[in-house]
């Protein structure tokens, strides 16, 4: 399975984008999946994950309430609707996907994502 994620884009604080990720392959209905992000000089942070029937969602802290996972088993797609988008949600969103979440061995290319004032 690949993953290749894309959606992202720059848009003004208070704005919307909706991330999309796209897996190959026939076994996607099997995978945890999630997004994470990682900002210039900052460590890579867990976004939100979704298991793989869509039954059970989490989220990190600071997108609780803006941010939401779903995904369409049938388009073998992920997706990351935000929301309220800030200046500190600039980063690189990389989708991931996993057999045991919270470990994910498949990862997308990543898709930059700039919030303006």
């Known amino acids: 399975v690949q993953l290749q994620a894309s959606g992202g884009g720059l848009v003004q604080a208070g704005g919307s984008l909706r991330l999309s990720c796209v897996a190959s392959?026939?076994?996607?209905?099997?995978?945890?999946m999630a997004w994470f992000r990682q900002a210039p000089e900052k460590e890579r942070e867990f976004v939100a994950s979704?298991?793989?029937?869509?039954?059970?969602?989490s989220y990190g802290d600071s997108v609780k309430g803006r941010f939401t996972i779903s995904r369409d088993n049938a388009r073998n797609t992920v997706y990351l609707q935000m929301n309220s988008l800030k200046l500190e949600d600039t980063a690189v969103y990389y989708c991931?996907?996993?057999?045991?979440?919270?470990?994910?061995?498949?990862w997308g290319q990543g898709t930059q994502v700039t919030v303006s004032s």
């Open positions: 392959g026939r076994t996607f209905n099997r995978y945890g």
């Open positions: 991931a996907g996993g057999l045991s979440p919270p470990r994910y061995a498949l």
């Open positions: 979704i298991n793989w029937n869509g039954g059970t969602t």
